[in-house]
């Protein structure tokens, strides 16, 4: 519920599990779980690892839109 309260404003927020889908992790260099990856299209333009709270996901997703 607190991503979905997130994918607002044409944002949208994918979660993958990494056992299910481990290409997806290597083409992305996911090492550290959980991990946190924005894009804008197609680039990366932060990463986090770790666990991040919602004022913390909230910041970075504004910082993302500010960028």
């Known amino acids: 519920p607190g991503l979905n309260a997130l994918?607002?404003?044409?944002?949208?927020?994918?979660?993958?599990?990494?056992d299910q889908s481990p290409s997806l992790a290597d083409r992305y260099n996911v090492v550290g779980l959980p991990s946190t990856l924005v894009f804008r299209g197609t680039r990366e333009i932060h990463r986090d690892e770790g666990y991040s709270s919602?004022?913390?996901?909230?910041?970075?997703l504004r910082s993302a839109s500010d960028s």
Do not use: N, P, T
């Open 7 to 18: 994918a607002v404003a044409g944002r949208r927020i994918v979660v993958v599990d990494v």
């Open 54 to 60: 919602k004022r913390a996901l909230e910041k970075m």
